[in-house]
């Protein structure tokens, strides 16, 4: 079946420093994605949608220029978390739809974010 | 998207069906419901999905009112590895931009 991947699984970052965490569409072609976060024994937020070849629109209060998207292709989506601090800890999760049956949406993984 | 609304929590006992219900009286027309579920420190799994008819997969049973304002999700053989949070979304055909309450903590017990 349709399958999202996301890289890394986990990231240990130094604060200031930025990190860049990516999500691919393994079977097939996403034109959109889509951007959570997760902080402990809360729900997903939904950070952004990532749209293919055009800019990324972003939920209230979510900061653009620290959460950069880019969706180069079809089947890749990075979230780069920039200039990290510690707060920036979460689990980072993405989304795509697979339009074959039904409109699936399926989520990657997960991406573990310490910030030290 | 309709609002959901599910129970907090629930317990089931390892190899009974799990009854799991959610109610979306203000879904519309086209709005599908879907189910997912998140195992602590993983990305959500995708369940199941229906509009109108019942659906069944080799995971779960979807069971759809016929008025389509309450739904059940059905594990027919519940196991320990499916204690879980469990997510009931109502989302338009067109819309593949997900809203996630609080869902429901499924502990399955041996």
């Known amino acids: 079946g349709a399958v999202v991947s996301q890289h890394p699984s986990w990231v240990i970052c130094k604060s200031g420093t930025s990190v860049k965490i990516e999500c691919r569409s393994l079977d097939f072609q996403a034109t959109t994605m889509f951007w959570y976060r997760q902080f402990p024994k809360q729900s997903l937020m939904l950070m952004a949608t990532?749209?293919?070849?055009?800019?990324?629109?972003?939920e209230q209060g979510v900061e653009k220029d620290k959460f950069l998207i880019n969706h180069a292709s079809l089947t890749l989506s990075t979230l780069t978390v920039t200039s990290a601090h510690p707060e920036d800890s979460s689990f980072y999760i993405c989304?795509?739809?697979?339009?074959?049956?039904?409109?699936?949406?399926?989520f990657g993984e997960g991406s573990w974010l310490t910030v030290v | 998207d309709a609002k959901t609304t599910q129970p907090t929590s629930m317990d089931c006992a390892e190899g009974r069906a799990a009854n799991l219900p959610c109610n979306h009286s203000?879904?519309?027309?086209?709005?599908?419901v879907y189910w997912y579920r998140q195992i602590h420190s993983q990305g959500p799994q995708y369940i199941i999905h229906?509009?109108?008819n019942n659906e069944t997969n080799e995971m779960a049973s979807l069971i759809i009112t016929e008025d389509r304002k309450s739904s059940t999700l059905i594990l027919p053989h519940a196991t320990l590895r499916d204690t879980a949070v469990y997510y009931c979304i109502a989302i338009g055909s067109n819309d593949y931009k997900l809203s996630f309450g609080a869902g429901t903590t499924v502990t399955v017990r041996a």
């Open positions: 989304s795509a739809t697979w339009t074959g049956y039904g409109n699936t949406i399926y």
């Open positions: 229906g509009l109108k």
């Open positions: 990532s749209n293919e070849g055009s800019k990324a629109t972003y």
């Open positions: 203000t879904i519309s027309g086209n709005e599908y």
